[in-house]
C-alpha cells in the first residue's frame, strides 16, 4: 500500500488557524466497506483543505483499490493493540462510535489538565429520522474511565439544516461539469449499444434481483456490477431477454464515482455509495444495511419521506414503491416510475442537497467553536 508511514506528527501549538490541525480519526471496521469508505472520503478532503490527518485504521486492506494512490496530508496509522499513542492531536475523531484506544483517551485527558484537551466528536451514522436532529452536537460529558472530565460531541451527518449535513468535497460540482461520460466508458471497456440504458449494482446479497430485473426489461439495458455480492448474485439469476450484465473490478473511489456519473440508474447499498448517488444526480435505489430488528424499515422511510416529498403525487408513490420493493418491505410496482420524471426528481434532491452546508465545512465550525 503506497501510503506514507505514520510520520511523528505532532499536534500544533495553540491557538492556530483552522487549516493547521492535526486530526486524529478513528475507524473500525465493522464488516464491508462503509465505515472504511466514509473515514477515508472524510480524511482525504481534509488533507486537500490543508490539514493534517492521522487516520487509524483496524483493517486498512480495502484501501488498496478503494485508495491506491493515498492523498496528501493523510498518514495511514495501522491501528492494531500494539500500535503506540503519540500525543493527540487538536481534533480526535472517532467515526460510528469505534472507541479510540484507552491509553489515547487517558493522553486527551491529561491534555485538559495543561489546558487545551483536543476536541472530540463522534461522527455518527447518516440517518433521515428524527431524531437526528434532536440529537445533533449534544455533548455527552464523559463522567468516568480514561476520559473522565473530556467531553465527546455528537455530530450526526443528515439531510437538514439542523444536522451536520452530507461528506462533500470542495471540487465535486466543477469535476461533474468536467466529466465526459463516454470517454470514460470507453476507457473501461464499457461499450453500451445506442439506446441502451446503463444501470450500475452494488448491494447484498439478499437483493431481489430477479424481479427487479424483470422491471428493467421493458428497455434493452446493460448493468454493471460491483464485485462480490452484485456480481455473485447476478451469475446465479436468470437474464430476461434484452437485459444483459458486465462485472466490473473493484474500481477506485473517484473512480466508482465516475461509474454512477455515467449511468441511467444506480443501484447502491449501505452509507457511502447511497451518499455518493445523491450528488450524481441520477434516479437510485438504496439497498439499505439490514438489522435484525427491522430498524432499517424506519430508517429507509424517512429517507423516502424526504426524498420524494417535492414530487408530483404519481411519481412519489413510484419512487416510494421501487425503493420498498427493492428492500423486500413492500410489493414490486407493475414498472418501474418514469424514466423522465424520476430523473427530474433526483436532479431536484441533487439541488437541495447543494444549497446546504456541506459536513466538513460544517464540522470545522464546530471545532473552531468548542476549542
Ligand atoms: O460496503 P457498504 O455496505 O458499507 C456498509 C455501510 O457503510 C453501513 O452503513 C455500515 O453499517 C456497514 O458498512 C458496516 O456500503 P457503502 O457505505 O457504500 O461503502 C462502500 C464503499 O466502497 C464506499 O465508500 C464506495 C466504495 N466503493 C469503491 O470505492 N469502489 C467500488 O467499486 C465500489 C463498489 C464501492
Excluded at 424499515?297 to 404519481?314: E, S, Y
Excluded at 410496482?333 to 442537497?353: F, H, I, T, V
Aim: aromatic residues 10%; neutral net charge; hydrophobic residues 45%.
Amino acid at each position: 500500500m503506497s501510503h506514507a508511514p505514520s510520520q511523528a506528527l505532532s499536534a500544533a501549538p495553540s491557538p492556530v488557524p483552522a487549516d493547521a490541525w492535526l486530526w486524529d480519526v478513528f475507524c473500525r471496521v465493522i464488516d464491508n466497506h462503509g465505515d472504511l469508505g466514509v473515514c477515508w472520503r472524510l480524511a482525504a478532503e481534509l488533507g486537500r483543505r490543508g490539514h493534517r490527518v492521522r487516520l487509524w485504521i483496524d483493517e486498512p486492506g480495502a484501501l488498496a483499490w478503494m485508495a491506491p494512490q493515498g492523498a496528501p496530508g493523510v498518514a495511514v496509522v495501522p491501528w492494531t493493540p500494539a500500535t503506540p499513542s503519540p500525543p493527540p492531536g487538536d481534533v480526535v475523531v472517532e467515526a460510528f462510535g469505534c472507541d479510540p484506544p484507552g491509553d489515547f483517551v487517558a493522553a486527551m485527558a491529561a491534555r485538559a489538565a495543561a489546558g487545551r484537551p483536543p476536541v472530540w466528536v463522534n461522527l455518527e451514522y447518516l440517518s433521515a429520522e428524527g431524531y437526528v436532529e434532536r440529537s445533533h452536537a449534544l455533548p455527552s460529558p464523559q463522567a468516568s474511565g480514561p476520559g473522565a472530565g473530556l467531553v465527546k460531541w455528537f455530530f450526526y451527518p443528515g439531510f437538514t439544516a439542523r444536522t451536520g449535513g452530507l461528506l462533500r468535497e470542495a471540487a465535486l460540482v466543477a469535476d461533474q461539469a468536467r466529466f465526459d461520460a463516454p470517454a470514460w466508458r470507453a476507457t473501461h471497456g464499457i461499450a453500451p449499444a445506442p439506446g441502451e440504458r446503463v444501470v450500475s449494482l452494488f448491494c447484498y446479497g439478499h437483493a431481489p434481483l430477479a424481479p427487479c430485473l424483470a422491471r428493467l426489461a421493458g428497455r434493452p439495458t446493460l448493468v454493471l456490477t460491483a464485485p462480490g455480492p452484485a456480481t455473485a448474485l447476478a451469475a446465479a439469476t436468470h437474464w430476461p431477454a434484452g437485459v444483459r450484465h458486465q462485472a466490473l473490478p473493484w474500481l477506485s473511489q473517484p473512480e466508482y464515482d465516475h461509474l454512477l456519473w455515467s449511468c441511467d440508474l444506480n443501484l447502491v447499498r449501505g452509507e457511502d455509495s447511497f451518499v455518493r448517488a445523491q450528488w450524481a444526480g441520477r434516479p437510485f435505489l438504496w439497498h439499505i444495511y439490514a438489522q435484525d430488528d427491522g430498524a432499517h424499515a424506519t430508517k429507509l422511510q424517512a429517507f423516502v419521506d424526504r426524498h420524494v416529498a417535492g414530487a408530483a403525487p404519481g411519481v412519489a408513490a413510484g419512487v416510494r414503491a421501487a425503493f420498498l420493493a427493492w428492500n423486500g418491505l413492500g410489493p414490486w410496482p407493475a414498472a418501474l416510475p418514469d424514466a423522465a420524471a424520476w430523473s427530474d426528481l433526483a436532479g431536484r434532491w441533487r439541488e437541495q442537497l447543494l444549497a446546504q452546508g456541506e459536513l466538513l465545512s460544517q464540522l470545522i465550525a464546530f471545532v473552531d467553536q468548542k476549542r
